[in-house]
Every structure is written in C-alpha cells, then in structure tokens.
T-cell receptor, first 114, second 115 residues
Framework: DSGVTQTPKHLITATGQRVTLRCSPR?????VYWYQQSLDQGLQFLIQ???????AKGNILERFSAQQFPDLHSELNLSSLELGDSALYFC?????????????FGEGSRLTVL | AQKITQTQPGMFVQEKEAVTLDCTYD???????LFWYKQPSSGEMIFLIY??????QNATEGRYSLNFQKARKSANLVISASQLGDSAMYFC????????????FGTGTSLTVIP
C-alpha cells in the first residue's frame, strides 16, 4: 500500500459526459502528479501541483482540468469525454516539489468511455 | 531527445533464471534519481528500486538490483531467480534535481516468466 488513495477505481461513462477523479496523497506529501496511461501506452504526464499551486503541465487537453485543495487532495476533471479518453489515470505524490525522491502511485482510476 | 529509453518492448525468461531489463537515460543534471517500477496486469504501479546519481554502489532490493553505469548513462534492472509473479510491465524512470517536478518514464518492457 503506497498510501496514495484514488477514487473511483473503475468508472464507465458515455461520450460527452464529465467525470471527476479524486486523489488523496500520502500523509505529508505536498506534491501531486497526474498521469494518463492509455492501452499499450506508456505514462503520459498531465499536470503537477505543489501545495495547492500548479507547478508543471504536460500533455493535458483543454477539456481536462485539475486542482489541489487546501487539504492537499487533488481532483482531475475530464469533460466532453471522447472514446480516446479511455485510460488508466494515475495520481502520484511526493514529499517535495523537487529533489530526486521517488513518486508514490495510487492504484489508478480506470475510465472507460463508451 | 528521449530522456529515458527502454529498447526491449518484450522479454521472456525461464523461471528461476536471471534477466536484465535495459534502460538508458539522458541528462546534463549532475544530480538525479533513477527508478524502476513494476506494473502487473492489475494495473497498479509498484516501486521497486532507486539509484541516486551520487551513489557509489549499485542499489539492491531483495532479488532486484540496479546495474548503474554512470559513464554510459545506463541503469539496467537485474531480476535474479525469476518467479512467475514477476511477469509484468517494467518502467524505468528518472527525476532530475534541477527540474524535480518532472518525472520521466520510459515506454516500458513487458516481461514474461515461463514456467
């Protein structure tokens, strides 16, 4: 158990809909990362927050948005969903914004868009 | 240029044998960390082993060891005495000190352990 909690674990929805994925980082971790892993794809970095502030942005679509709340949990909002958005979405956390420490991953939220 | 390169899309190993999964990296930052993660078919990402750029010795964690060749920018994962449960995707990753908010992943290697 990494200590990172993601909900829901599985989600099935229709095209055009909107969903919210939730992540609670490990206790004490201030930095949260979101990654997308599509079928047979590697991990695509979406966005990073540190202590409530956006710090880095990767290949995140405009239809997607995220935020980190004062209690440090984070939410990834996916709207106007398309079939291609079906993927495993990971949240990961680390203690610091920088440094060379490891990332701790949640178990992922598997999104299926029909 | 790719920050992390894993050139083996798929590997097979006989049970109880050792296997090496290749990883090369590209960085000009003198301080960085190298990581290996395992992703079984259930999907979760499991941290396996870490090597710091200033570590003098190769990292080991049980049956996992990291063959760190700094001059060659190579960080291969060695799994000894393979078990059926080792069948999974394996990802090499790097984090740089100066851009520590970036965590770079390779494309992964699918390992299959044959009984």
């Amino acid at each position: 158990d990494s200590g990172v909690t993601q909900t829901p674990k599985h989600l099935i929805t229709a095209t055009g809909q909107r969903v919210t994925l939730r992540c609670s980082p490990r206790s004490g971790d201030l930095s949260v990362y979101w990654y997308q892993q599509s079928l047979d794809q590697g991990l695509q970095f979406l966005i990073q927050y540190y202590n409530g502030e956006e710090r880095a942005k990767g290949n995140i679509l405009e239809r997607f948005s995220a935020q980190q709340f004062p209690d440090l949990h984070s939410e990834l909002n996916l709207s106007s969903l398309e079939l291609g958005d079906s993927a495993l979405y990971f949240c990961a956390s680390s203690v610091r914004e920088g440094g060379t420490g490891e990332l701790f991953f949640g178990e992922g939220s598997r999104l299926t868009v029909l | 240029a790719q920050k992390i390169t894993q050139t083996q899309p798929g590997m097979f190993v006989q049970e109880k044998e050792a296997v090496t999964l290749d990883c090369t990296y590209d960085t000009s930052d003198p301080s960085y960390g190298l990581f290996w993660y395992k992703q079984p078919s259930s999907g979760e990402m499991i941290f396996l082993i870490y090597q710091g750029s200033y570590d003098q010795q190769n990292a080991t964690e049980g049956r996992y060891s990291l063959n760190f060749q700094k001059a060659r920018k190579s960080a291969n994962l060695v799994i000894s005495a393979s078990q059926l449960g080792d069948s999974a995707m394996y990802f090499c990753a790097m984090r740089e000190q100066n851009t520590g908010n970036q965590f770079y992943f390779g494309t992964g290697t699918s390992l299959t352990v044959i009984p």
